[in-house]
């Protein structure tokens, strides 16, 4: 199981990036995917999940009306568009798959990077600035 998160960059505040997360050894309608984030001197925090079947998504407060997640099961990759880009976006994004996403990415709080085991992607920074 791998997974491998893209799309970062250099963005100013009020525009857009779309990070990718491509999954290699297991396939997307098997297994939910959360994006998650860690900004400079902070804890990781979870942003967005998206089902195993796709008709379940999450946003955190912060994000929502902003982020949109999806993903191309063809393509084994999930994405997450973000649009109004806000300077405390900066972070290193990381897409992850396992118990850090809870029941299948349901509940009023699904994600938890501190819970349990699963598998991390290498990051992708994200830096918002004027």
């Known amino acids: 199981v791998q997974l491998q998160a893209s799309g970062g960059g250099l963005v100013q505040p009020g525009g857009s990036l779309r990070l990718s997360c491509a999954a290699s050894g297991f396939t997307l309608d098997s297994s939910a995917i959360g994006w998650f984030r860690q900004a400079p001197g902070k804890q990781r925090e979870g942003v967005s999940c998206?089902?195993?079947?796709?008709?379940?998504?999450y946003y955190r407060d912060s994000v929502k009306g902003r982020f949109t997640i999806s993903r191309d099961i063809a393509k084994n990759t999930v994405y997450l568009q973000m649009d109004r880009i806000k300077l405390e976006d900066t972070a290193v994004y990381y897409c992850?798959?396992?118990?850090?996403?809870?029941?299948?990415?349901?509940?009023?709080?699904?994600?938890?990077?501190?819970?349990?085991?699963?598998?991390w992607g290498k990051g992708t920074l994200v830096t918002v600035s004027s």
């Open positions: 998206i089902s195993r079947g796709g008709d379940n998504t």
């Open positions: 992850a798959t396992g118990d850090m996403v809870r029941g299948d990415c349901s509940g009023r709080s699904p994600l938890d990077p501190h819970y349990g085991m699963g598998n």
